[in-house]
């Protein structure tokens, strides 16, 4: 199985600037693997302030509304999707990013 | 949550009127009165955000625009079946219920609740009998009133989806009941045993009462039934017999699957294999005990005696007597009328809605349709909105759910406070890319009911993208008429006399067999179509006459499932049409419209790139004025405008040998994937980085009675035409086509 190295954080950069794409092959893999564990399934974005906020959120079991996380809200899709990825890729690496 | 939720809600019908037409609005609150405005708009363009052209609607004045005193109205989920004849079942002190039985939920997380499968028991009467499953999921009855009520139960939680022979035989004379569930065997070893309990009761005989099959009743609320203990699962030759079996014939009953009574015994046996199309539960017994089902359960389902050697419930009824019930089945929530609308003479055809509004929320819309007066003056175009799709996706849960999504858009699912309302209100009922809470797939949708995704907000998919289509046609001037599938499958061909050009939606995946033939008469008379789309003409679709503002799908056998329908279950039960992909049925999109669904992905859109087949004399028409190679890098749908669902060229599906494909895109992401009906083995290197197949093709053809076709293969294009002030190659490529289709001069084949 793949596994992310936690000294690539050259993938996390390149993520930072392009978080929809296009991607490398390198970073690609990072992203099915933060996106597609079980561990990693969870989130959302709760759109807050039409093209202006967007709150993250942490989807439940048995069909429950989603939990909203008020302190991770953003006025940019970008941001949202870099918080994202910050948070899985120290839940599967154990190691934490730094937000620049 | 600092983003508040609606306070008010509604739905309309009819769906679509011409003028002179009446719509009723059926308006709700929630969390209690409060007053409301409401506006009648026509809706030109969405809410496309910064990027776009949008938000555009044009008030159409009305004598329901205004404040108006609103109050919560009722939804009373969960299917059932009723009988409603309370005296038959009034004063009974001897009698056995029995049934075969496959339980889909037990026991129910994280909440346990019984579930009734058949009986009289009224809550607010606190009294009658039930047959039910205990919160444990064991069988049990539960017969008296009051405090005095008795409860007995085998204790042994039954397996989900394996089928059982149930029964309870009441003796109240004796001071008895016996119980008794037994396993019936199937493929799957089991250390199942059948148990047997008999025990002292002493209750009284039951009140009248309306007898339930799948639910027991709540009470009655704002004048309406209401019904609490929905079963979830099978049931399957219900009967009720006025004799107390003892518990040597149940034993025999159930060994022998029989209702080891004699029939002048009956007091009802109820088969559930007769009148599937319909609502109606026929009691084959003499006292003719009929009754009916309420939101629409899932009939032409496999009995517990389905032996696979029956695909078809037509060809072999005695194995489809059951029907699966839900605790969150809906069709029609009957809420009162709140507002009523004749539509004026003289407005113009098009896309409108109630925008409804209360304090401390954000709006909602009720989208309905004006069509061109029935006698009278039409335009030459029309926009065929989406309706069965719409209502296909309508009220979507799916991506608020857990589960692989993001793996597919490429980026976080986004929703916003308007889709939260189905999270919080589930009586509201899924799409039919949600599974019910026992995991089976909801295979019927109800247009009779608040629809929250249906907007011209929130997500750009289906209507809302459709929008873009209806702006650009009034940014071209381009008079046009707005007609709707639901209008096109009841009144075929006739609708579409008079148009010259029919223009789909972005994605006109659900199709009933009328709605197609409507279509190809109207190229078999000259007309032309404009397939503005992708993953077009995909799945095949009834409206169930008996049951109005009902939609089924049975997603059978092959194709991009958000669930799989159950071996045996392919063919639908409103019309016994073999279910699933038009593809597999010989009418594959490519005949249609010469393309057909190959890829998705949602995350980037991308461009096309022209063909040397579009410098073909016969396509000079599409480009005039066109220089550029490269076609739509840019939109308002992924910046792009070949995204989200693609479809392509194929021959071998039936795209027509002399259909020319004059662009086709490139350079899509690896979000994007072959669909699984493009593999027969799954392969390395099937995604957008690498496989050629993956693409969109634009594709235009003549039609041998001098119409034509065009055909743009993505979801994504109608987003890239207001792109530069409507000034943009896509724009421009398609007002070309559109003109050319308008001239009535005909085609000739090449």
């Not at chain 1, 296009?22 to 969870?42: D, K």
């Not at chain 2, 309302?421 to 009779?448: F, I, K, N, Q, W």
């Not at chain 2, 995909?538 to 409206?543: H, K």
Request: proline residues 7%.
């Amino acid at each position: 199985m793949f596994t992310i190295d936690p000294r690539r954080t050259d993938l996390a950069q390149e993520f930072k600037r392009r978080p929809f794409g296009p991607h490398s092959p390198e970073l690609q893999a990072v992203l099915i693997v933060l996106r597609g564990s079980l561990h990693c399934q969870n989130l959302l974005l709760v759109c807050t302030r039409p093209h202006a906020e967007w709150t993250l959120a942490e989807k439940q079991p048995h069909g429950l509304p989603p939990r909203l996380m008020p302190e991770w809200r953003f006025d940019s899709l970008e941001a949202a999707e870099w918080q994202a990825f910050r948070m899985r890729w120290e839940a599967v690496t154990g190691q934490a990013l730094p937000d620049r | 949550m600092n983003a508040p939720m609606p306070r008010v809600l509604g739905y309309a019908d009819p769906l679509s009127a011409a003028p002179g037409e009446t719509i009723r609005f059926m308006v709700g609150t929630l969390d209690g009165p409060r007053r409301y405005r409401a506006e009648v708009v026509r809706l030109v363009c969405g809410d496309t955000g910064p990027a776009g052209a949008g938000p555009r609607t044009v008030r159409l004045p009305t004598p329901i625009e205004g404040e108006h005193d609103g109050v919560p109205q009722l939804i009373d989920a969960g299917s059932y079946a009723i009988v409603e004849r309370p005296e038959a079942f009034a004063g009974l002190t001897r009698f056995t219920l029995q049934a075969f039985i496959q339980p889909t939920r037990v026991p129910i997380r994280p909440e346990p609740a019984r579930q009734a499968i058949m009986g009289t028991w009224a809550e607010d009467r606190a009294g009658g009998f039930a047959l039910l499953l205990d919160e444990t999921g064991a069988l049990a009855l539960l017969i008296g009133s009051g405090p005095a009520a008795a409860l007995v139960s085998t204790r042994a939680p039954l397996t989900g989806r394996r089928w059982y022979h149930v029964a309870a035989s009441v003796d109240l004379a004796a001071g008895t009941v016996s119980l008794r569930q037994t396993p019936l065997s199937d493929h799957t070893p089991s250390l199942e045993r059948p148990v047997a309990v008999t025990a002292s009761v002493s209750a009284t005989a039951a009140p009248p009462g309306e007898f339930f099959l799948a639910a027991a009743r709540q009470g009655v609320e704002g004048g309406r039934l209401r019904t609490c203990w929905h079963f979830n699962g099978k049931i399957d030759r219900p009967r009720a017999s006025g004799r107390a079996l003892t518990p040597a014939e149940l034993e025999t009953a159930a060994a022998e699957r029989s209702g080891g009574a004699a029939d002048a015994d009956a007091i009802a046996l109820w088969d559930l294999a007769a009148d599937i199309p319909s609502d109606q539960v026929t009691d084959r017994s003499s006292n003719r005990l009929h009754g009916r089902t309420v939101n629409a359960p899932k009939r032409a389902v496999t009995g517990h005696n389905w032996d696979g050697t029956a695909m078809d419930w037509r060809v072999a009824p005695e194995q489809y007597g059951a029907i699966h019930f839900h605790d969150d089945d809906l069709h029609d929530a009957g809420w009162t009328p709140s507002l009523t609308l004749t539509i004026p003479a003289g407005t113009r055809s098009g896309a409108y809605a109630l925008r409804l509004e209360a304090a401390g929320g954000p709006e909602f819309w009720v989208v309905f349709y004006v069509r061109p007066p029935r006698r009278g003056p039409r335009a030459r175009t029309a926009f065929l909105a989406s309706t069965a799709t719409y209502l296909a996706y309508s009220n979507y849960r799916a991506r608020m759910r857990q589960g692989p999504a993001e793996l597919y858009i490429g980026a976080l699912p986004i929703v916003d406070p308007t889709d939260l309302l189905l999270m919080y209100h589930p009586e509201l009922g899924g799409s039919t890319y949600d599974t019910h809470s026992d995991g089976s797939g909801v295979c019927h949708v109800s247009r009779l009911r608040p629809i929250v995704n249906t907007r011209p907000t929130g997500r750009l998919w289906n209507f809302f993208l459709d929008l873009c289509l209806v702006d650009w046609l009034e940014a071209e001037g381009q008079p046009y008429d707005v007609i709707t599938d639901d209008d096109l499958h009841a009144e075929g061909a006739a609708l579409l006399e008079g148009y010259a050009v029919i223009l789909t939606g972005c994605h006109p995946e659900y199709y009933s067999s009328a709605m197609l033939d409507a279509l190809e008469t109207h190229l078999g008379r000259g007309g032309r179509l404009m397939y503005m789309g992708g993953n077009g003409f995909y799945w095949r679709v009834s409206y169930p006459a008996a049951q109005p503002g009902l939609l089924e799908v049975r997603r059978a056998e092959d194709g991009t499932r958000a669930w799989v329908e159950s071996v045996g279950e392919y063919y639908h039960s409103s019309t016994g049409e073999y279910g699933g992909m038009w593809r597999r049925q010989g009418r594959a999109p490519n005949a249609l419209a010469g393309i057909g669904f190959v890829a998705q992905g949602f995350d980037r859109s991308s461009y096309y790139r022209r063909t040397a087949a579009s410098r073909d004399p016969r396509a000079r028409f599409i480009f005039e004025g066109i220089e550029d190679e490269i076609l739509g890098d840019f939109g308002t749908s992924g910046s792009g405008a070949a995204g989200l669902e693609l479809d392509a060229f194929n021959a071998s599906l039936g795209s027509p040998a002399h259909a020319l494909v004059v662009a086709s895109s490139e350079d899509h992401s690896n979000a994007f994937q072959l669909v699984n009906e493009e593999m027969n083995v799954s392969f390395a290197g099937s995604d957008g980085r690498f496989s050629p197949a993956v693409r969109a093709d634009i594709v235009f053809f003549e039609h041998p009675s001098g119409g034509a076709v065009f055909s743009t293969g993505s979801i994504a294009y109608v987003g890239s035409l207001a792109h530069a002030g409507y000034k943009n190659n896509i724009a421009r490529l398609t007002g070309n086509v559109l003109r050319r289709f308008l001239d009535p001069a005909p085609f000739g084949m090449p």
